[in-house]
């Protein structure tokens, strides 16, 4: 049997998606089971219930979305009256969506079930742990991958 000194699991981006997944599914199962929604889907409805009314690129910026998927996404949220799409007036290639009432009301619902969510993913990590878990997270989504090529 050869011998490799790599460790696929202590790899770092596989160390990553198995934590992703492994914290996901059960809140993915709720918004999937409510509301019938993807995952792209409840990303897009949070950022419009976070930050208001949006463009479409606003929110490939903030998610780092593809615009494809976003474009899916919105579509679908549309037909189901979550989300609202307004063109702009002055370029008609843009245009503005924002959440219905019904879009609204999935978000505060969902908002509170992630709250809860994130608390009880947190309770197995005393609060230095969950403190250094956190900033470590976010260091590395803003570090990105740093050219390595």
Known sequence: MKTDEF???????YLLNQAAE????????????RYGMLRTEWRVLFHLGLYGRLTASDIGQRARMHKTKISRAVHRLNERRFVDR???EDDRRVEYLSLTRQG??????????ARRYDAALM????????????????KLSEAGPGGFT
Request: charged fraction near 25%.
């Open 123 to 138: 309770d197995a990590l005393d609060p230095a742990e969950a403190e250094v878990l956190r900033r470590a997270l976010l």
């Open 22 to 33: 492994a914290s996901s599914l059960e809140f993915q199962q709720i918004y999937k089971d």
């Open 86 to 88: 307004t063109r702009n």
């Open 104 to 113: 609204q009301a999935a978000y505060d619902d969902l908002r509170a079930v």
């Open 7 to 13: 460790q696929l699991q202590q790899f770092l981006p």
